[in-house]
Each structure stands twice: as C-alpha cells, then as structure tokens.
C-alpha cells in the first residue's frame, strides 16, 4: 500500500509541476511573437504561471479523495496555503517588469483612464491580496471562520475570472494555438472544478443522506453523534481517518465542519464522531434530535493503523478531544480481535474531563494495552504522571524499537501539545517516518 501511495504522490507532483509550468515552457520553446521582446513574454509567462497555480488551488480544496490519499489532507492544505505566496510572487513578477521595462505602462495603474483589461488585471490582484491577507491575520482580525469560508471562496473566484477577462481582453497573449488551447483547456477546468464543488457534490451528498440516531453526553464537555446512512449502504473508512459534516444546513451552504470517526470502522453501519462544544457549529450538535438529516463527505486523511500494518506495536499520544481518531483505532483493533501491544499516552485537564474514561478502562480486557494518564491538574493522592507529555515521560513510557517501522506512534491533540511531543521524538532519535500527527486547525 506504501508503495501505492509513492507512486500515486510522484505522479500527481508531476502532473501539478506540468500544468504550472506549461506557460513557460510555451514560451521557451515555442517562438517569440515579432515585436515582443523576451523580457515581455516572459513576464506574461510568470503571469499565466501564478494564475495556473491559482486555479489548481480550486483543485486542492475540492476534497478529492485520489488526491489527498497519498499526502493527507493536512499536507495538502499545508501546501495549498504555501503554493498561495509563490502565485502571489508570480502574478505581481508580471505587472513590475512591465513597469521597470516599459515605464509607461505604469498609466494603467489608473483605473479611471485605463483600458478594461487593465481595470480587470489591477482588480484580480488587488483581491487577491485582500484574499491572502485575510487568510493570514483572519484570528487577529477576529474574522468569525464561517464567514471567512465564504468570502474566502467569492474572493478566490472573482480573482480567476478577472484574471481571464484580463487574458482574453489582452487578445494578443492568446497569440499562437499553443497558448489558446492551453487557455481554453485550464479555463473550461476550472470551470468544471467550480460546477463540481458548488453544485455536483452537493448534489451528490444530497442523494445519500444519513438521520442522527442518538446524541450522548462525554466528559469534557463533549457530545457522541451517531449517524446512520439512509437507504444507501454508507461508507467505510479506516480507522483514524475524519469526514466533513453538514448538520443542520443544506450541502450547498458550505458550511460544514472535519470531525474525525471515532467509532469502530468495523461498524460502518453507524458512524459516531465525538465533537467537544468550542465554537458556533459544536455548541449546536447537542441540539441535534433522532432523524435530523446530516451529510457525511468522506473519509479523508492518512492518520491510521491500516496505512502502517508492518507495525509490531502503537504508541498513541492523545490530549483532550485529540483521543477521538485514538478512540476509532482502538475499537477497531477490539473488534477485529487485533492483539498487537498499545501503549496510550492521554493528557487532559484533570480527572472528571477525561473523554471516554470508563470504556479506555475496560478496553485493557480485550487489548493488550498500555494506558498512561497524564494529568495537568490531577486531585489529591494522585500517584501517575503530571503536567504535559515531555521528553521525561516519553523516555519513561516508550517501548524499544526493534528496528525501523517496528512502533508506530499517532499524536493529536491541541497544536502546542503535538509540536512539543515532535520534537522531544526528534531529540530522542526516533526516525521521522515513524511518527503521524492529526492537526484539528487545517486553517
Ligand atoms: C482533521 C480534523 C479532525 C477533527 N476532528 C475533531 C473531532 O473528532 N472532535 C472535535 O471536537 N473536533 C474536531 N476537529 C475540530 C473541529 O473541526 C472544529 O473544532 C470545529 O469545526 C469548530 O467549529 P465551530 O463552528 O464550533 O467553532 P468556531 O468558533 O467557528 O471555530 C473555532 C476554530 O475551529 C476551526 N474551524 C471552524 N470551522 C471549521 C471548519 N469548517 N473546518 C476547519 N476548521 C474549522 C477554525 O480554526 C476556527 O478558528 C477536527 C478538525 C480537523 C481539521
């Protein structure tokens, strides 16, 4: 399955590198129009290649499960986010040499005298720094994240299609077939990636609904949905994995949130995601009545038992509502009868909000498990381990590694808990492919 997973990553790499690049690999190879000097061309080329990237960004967020198996989705936001500036670099290359090496172009920074190709090209970048801003300082400008969502994607489609109006206004940089076929290919893409997200799959997660069957209270001020599928046979997923869900609005609001399984995957027939209340959607989900229509688009993600099955033993790092994929990984091994030895490392605040307490408790019987509490408020009389997991209590509760690959060790928890767990696995030398981390914040 590694294996798959290799050669699927390269070739998607390679696609991505080819469609980038494609406008300057035009312009190198194919001939330089007359009266265009390079430098010109060049800059048109660097333009086209920020705005391939920007509509390949509409393909990293549409959730395709081929692409994001080989990577992970975290990866693929990460890289999303990233790929972001090198557009951004790009698309500013393409007006500055036109300014530094023909100066009169600067006039076309004048909206109100420009051409409207200008007016459309100035307009697209404009946005798109409003776009990357915003994305940037979206905490510090206390932007609610819902409405960001949405004014995210407006913005990233005005952006686009500016920028082609800017392109087809230009008539002259669609000057060889090369070049209008390349554009009428990445255009008629993105239009179909824009059909597919906001109306197809909608569409398609409209046809295969699931009711809630119960919501039950957690400690830790979280709540156990549990779904059903309705008159379709649901989805299987591995354990570990997440999904995007829609409760309480339509598919086509754009609203839904990632929650990770935490239910077993060999009961695909009832799918229970644990959702500790934070903000506006997870207050909500205690509100949710029996056969309340949700929407389930998934599985996603690469945080798994099943993408590791080489492994002797796990090591399982947990904080707070961070056990929820932990949780699904060891129903699974229960039910499947999978007697490897765990070791679960569950950090909380103090004994009372410890997710799942009682069944982690009952669990040893059926795995041959390890479970270490580690408590930063523990109550009196209290002989286990305190404060956070550091380096200390790694070395404490680790297993030995036989050999590369022989333990496998899954972080999640809040976004301080799993870099300090990293790099104490760093300094103490465990190899950097034997370690996964499940980052609830994708923005
Ligand atoms: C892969 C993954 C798995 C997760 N699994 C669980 C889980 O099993 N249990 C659980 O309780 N939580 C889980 N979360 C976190 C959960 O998605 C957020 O807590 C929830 O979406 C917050 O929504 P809200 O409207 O209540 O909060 P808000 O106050 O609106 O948002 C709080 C913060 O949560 C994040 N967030 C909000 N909405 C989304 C969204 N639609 N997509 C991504 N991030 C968002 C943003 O960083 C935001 O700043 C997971 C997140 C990810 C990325």
Redesign the pocket.
């Known amino acids: 399955m590694r294996r798959n997973y290799i050669v699927q990553g390269i070739f998607w790499v390679l696609v991505y590198l080819v469609l980038v690049s494609a406008p300057l690999l035009i312009l190198l190879l194919g001939p330089v129009p007359e009266g265009r000097e390079f430098w010109r061309e060049l800059s048109v080329a660097l333009g086209f290649a920020g705005l391939a990237i920007m509509a390949l960004q509409f393909a990293l967020t549409a959730r395709f499960k081929w692409l994001k198996a080989p990577y992970g989705?975290?990866i693929v936001y990460h890289f999303h986010r990233q790929i972001s500036f090198v557009a951004l670099v790009l698309i500013l290359a393409h007006p500055l040499l036109l300014f530094v090496f023909s100066p009169q172009t600067l006039a076309l920074l004048n909206l109100f005298s420009a051409p409207w190709r200008a007016r459309a090209g100035v307009t697209a970048v404009l946005l798109l720094l409003g776009l990357i801003g915003a994305s940037i300082w979206?905490?510090s400008l206390k932007i609610?994240?819902?409405n960001w969502?949405v004014w995210h994607g407006i913005l990233a489609t005005l952006v686009i299609a500016l920028a082609i109006i800017h392109v087809v206004l230009a008539r002259h940089y669609l000057n060889t077939p090369w070049k209008q076929a390349l554009w009428v290919t990445y255009g008629v893409f993105w239009v179909g990636l824009l059909v597919y997200v906001r109306v197809l799959k909608p569409i398609l997660l409209l046809r295969r609904p699931y009711e809630v069957e119960s919501v039950t209270p957690e400690r830790g001020n979280?709540w156990s949905l549990t779904v059903r599928p309705v008159a379709h046979p649901g989805l299987k997923f591995m354990p570990g994995q997440?999904a995007?869900i829609t409760a309480l609005s339509s598919p086509f609001a754009d609203?839904?949130?990632?929650?990770?399984?935490?239910s077993s995957a060999s009961q695909p027939g009832h799918l229970t995601?644990?959702?500790?209340?934070?903000?506006?959607?997870?207050?909500q989900v205690k509100n949710l009545q029996p056969g309340q229509k949700v929407y389930v688009d998934g599985p996603?993600?690469h945080f798994s038992i099943d993408r590791q099955p080489h492994a002797e033993q796990f090591v399982f790092i947990a904080g707070g509502?961070g056990i929820?994929?932990t949780m699904s990984m060891l129903r699974s091994m229960a039910d499947r009868g999978d007697k490897r030895p765990v070791t679960l490392l569950y950090a909380n605040k103090d004994w009372d909000s410890i997710i799942f307490r009682e069944e982690l408790d009952s669990l040893k019987n059926a795995l041959h498990l390890n479970l270490v509490h580690v408590l930063e408020k523990p109550p009196a009389g209290w002989d286990g381990e305190t404060g956070f997991v550091n380096r200390a209590v790694l070395e404490r509760h680790l297993p030995k590694a036989s050999k590369r690959n022989s333990v496998e060790i899954f972080i999640c928890g809040p976004q301080p808990m799993i870099n300090a767990v990293e790099n104490a696995l760093t300094q103490l030398g465990v190899p950097f492919g034997d370690f996964h981390s499940?980052?609830?914040?994708?923005?």
């Not at 609203?255 to 935490?262: K, L």
């Not at 995601?273 to 207050?283: N, S």
């Not at 499940?438 to 923005?443: G, N, S």
Request: glycine content about 4%; overall charge negative.
């Open positions: 989705a975290d979206r905490k609610e994240y819902t969502r979280a997440f995007w609203a839904e949130h990632p929650f990770s399984f935490s995601f644990t959702i500790k209340e934070l903000g506006d959607f997870t207050r996603f993600g509502v929820t994929p499940e980052r609830f914040d994708l923005v």
